[in-house]
């Protein structure tokens, strides 16, 4: 690991009069789960960290019936876990938390980390750049090891996925984040956070080098969620599809549906196909299932991920029945 | 003024401008540099240099680090880089924790940080600071084995060995937390950590061991036993 700076401010103004405009400059220390491993593996070498545990306008939860839930993005996996209110209200934001099988991550790893933090593609940790190209400019990942990569939205150049545990369930449920930058704050959908690069030079989000997202807002509204993952093994690991849902029922009845998937595009991969199929639709087995198919219908695996395709769809009609039993 | 502060000249750092005054110049450059796509009212940019200049910037050279590791204070002087987990091993001879992956995912390196378990190798030693650190060093009294860690030995909870220090901590944070769990909780409450010669059953089985030695040995002082419920 490259030698640094370490600056740990305790406002967002410092915070971000800190970081740097590029991205070798500075980089943001909140967990630490992703970010030292990233700089022990020299995918990033910044020449400072800015640590922004102390920034206390960036923690804690609050909800309100009127206004919705608040989640600063300091926020740990485990504090999530254990807030009373997200456990009544939200089962698939504890479901996607439960996900995250290690105690030491969950007490570390923070909302504002999960959503940035970087791909687990094995070409882009072992050096050979988000976009995985060789000195021809050829994809690797391509005629290459791509079991864990992208079946959606994976026209290139970019195959990884994206990596968040949240970001489906949040997406699903409306939420919005906000930066903060030295010209002030903005805030946009979660859904418009995250992007697919085209470019070397481009990141897999819209946060710019010297902005800190401070935190995440979902709406008020009664929704029924649930995640559903699936996993190689139990312990410690990213899942290998997930699907997150969101509800909003009149009686038995759907009014209206929100379905993200995880771990299968570069980005959280929204499905309106999947959507319109559950509108008006009381939740069977059977239509569970054909969400489930919608939900892939534009699928195109790679060479070996065939078999994502068909582990995304059960995940999608398993978390639909999970939501309408209100099981968490 | 603000030009000469903007461009510390070489021969200023020799002798030694301090790090504020440096760091004023950069703030300044974050300020007015930025890519300008953001929308909102502009900060301006004399309250940027004065927000950056209020902070302290340690390293990259040794900066001085306390840290309190079971109960005592501990002074040292380390880089920035360098990580709680080192910072245990190589600096204050405290091999018990064990680095392994070194990327947050085997648990051989667990430590307990203000009361909860965490991955020392993912944890910068700087910001250790003010916490309570606790480490496997501690549980034992002089040859008197802490219960849970005899109720490794008595449940053939190691094979190799490696990875035990790393499994008693989090342990002891679980049980901590979750005094009266269930196999499977406390199968799920110890995924952080990996033992590659296979011998979760005798944790599990260790771990519920010392739970229930716990609550009789509660029961024996008779403080009410049964309250962990």
Known sequence: MKAFEYAAPSTKEQAVA????????????????????????????????????????LGGIEYNPQSGLRLGALVT?????????????????????????????????????????????????????????????????????????????????????????LAPVLIALGARVRLFGPKGGRELPLEKFFTIPKTDSEHENVLQPNEILTEVLIPAGSWQT?????????????????ASVALKL?????????VVLGHVAPIPW????????????TITEEIAMEAGKAAVGQARPLSQNGYKVQLARVAVKRALLRAVQGGA | MRDQ?????????????????????????????????????????????????????????????ELTVNGQRKNLRLEPRVTL???????????????????ATCGACTVILDGQPVYSCSVLAIESQGKNIQTVESLAQGDSLHPLQA???????????FCTPGFVVAAKAFLDKYPNPTREQARLGLGGNLCRCGTYAGIWKAVLEAATGRRDSQRGIGQGGGSNA
Request: aromatic share 6%; net charge positive; proline share 5%.
């Open chain 2, 85 to 103: 987990l080192e910072a245990l091993r190589d600096w204050l001879d405290m091999t018990g924790a064990k680095k392994v992956c070194d990327r």
């Open chain 2, 151 to 161: 109720a490794f030995v008595e449940n053939d909870a190691q094979q190799c060995g």
């Open chain 1, 77 to 165: 996996f485990e504090q999530l876990r254990e807030h009373p209110q997200v456990l009544s209200r939200y089962p698939g934001i504890v479901q996607a938390v439960e996900g995250v099988t290690s105690a030491q991550i969950r007490n570390r790893g923070s909302v504002g980390g999960d959503l940035n933090q970087r791909p687990r593609c094995w070409y882009y940790r072992n050096g050979f750049g988000l976009l995985a190209k060789d000195e021809q400019g050829r994809s690797l990942v391509v005629d290459g090891e791509n079991r864990y990569h992208a079946i959606l939205g994976n026209e290139g150049p970019a195959y990884f996925v994206n990596p968040s545990s």
């Open chain 1, 270 to 281: 929204r499905v309106p196909e999947a959507e319109k199929i559950l509108t008006r639709k």
């Open chain 1, 250 to 258: 009149g009686g038995a009845q759907v009014q209206e549906a929100r």
């Open chain 2, 5 to 65: 502060k903007n461009k510390p000249t070489s021969d200023k750092r020799k002798r030694g401008i301090s790090r504020r005054k440096f760091l004023k110049g950069v703030g300044l450059g974050s300020g007015v540099l930025s890519s300008g796509i953001l929308g909102g009212p502009l900060l301006p940019e004399a309250s940027a240099v004065a927000q950056a200049a209020e902070v302290e910037v340690a390293g990259p050279t040794p900066a001085p680090i």
């Open chain 1, 18 to 57: 800190l970081l740097g405009d590029r991205w070798e400059e500075a980089a943001i220390l909140a967990g630490g789960t992703d970010l030292l491993s990233c700089m022990k593996d020299n995918l990033m070498a910044p020449s400072r960290v800015v640590d922004i545990k102390g920034l206390r306008d």
């Open chain 1, 226 to 242: 649930a995640t559903y993952e699936v996993r190689q093994k139990e312990a410690l690991d990213w899942p290998l599809a997930a």
